[in-house]
């Protein structure tokens, strides 16, 4: 949609990079604010980085008191559930977190 403005503060590789500049360049969308991108980090010669209806930011959308917080907090279920043999999902997790940021 034209007047769409797209985010990713996701995983670079969720976002289809040739895809995105297609949609940017033929006004697809209206803009794109990506927070991450593939590949990353983003070489200085990408043709993202010149175009006006892209904005870049320095991978920071987890930093913010509310996540660090939430970080710090979750630290006592991650040593209960180590403790307690719980710790396949977390397992998981992180497995699947690899994946997507390979």
Not at 29 to 45: F, M, Q
Request: hydrophobic share 35%; with cysteine; net charge negative.
């Amino acid at each position: 949609k034209e007047s769409a403005i797209f985010i990713n503060m996701a995983r670079g590789k969720v976002v289809d990079t040739v895809g995105m500049l297609k949609a940017l360049d033929e006004g697809l969308i209206r803009h794109a604010i990506l927070d991450t991108t593939d590949p990353e980090p983003l070489p200085p010669d990408h043709k993202l980085w010149g175009m006006k209806n892209c904005t870049i930011t320095p991978h920071f959308a987890t930093n913010t008191t509310y996540v660090r917080k939430e970080l710090v907090e979750d630290i006592p279920n991650q040593i209960e559930d180590t403790l307690e043999e719980r710790g396949i999902l977390r397992l998981e997790e992180q497995r699947m977190r690899l994946e997507l940021s390979d």
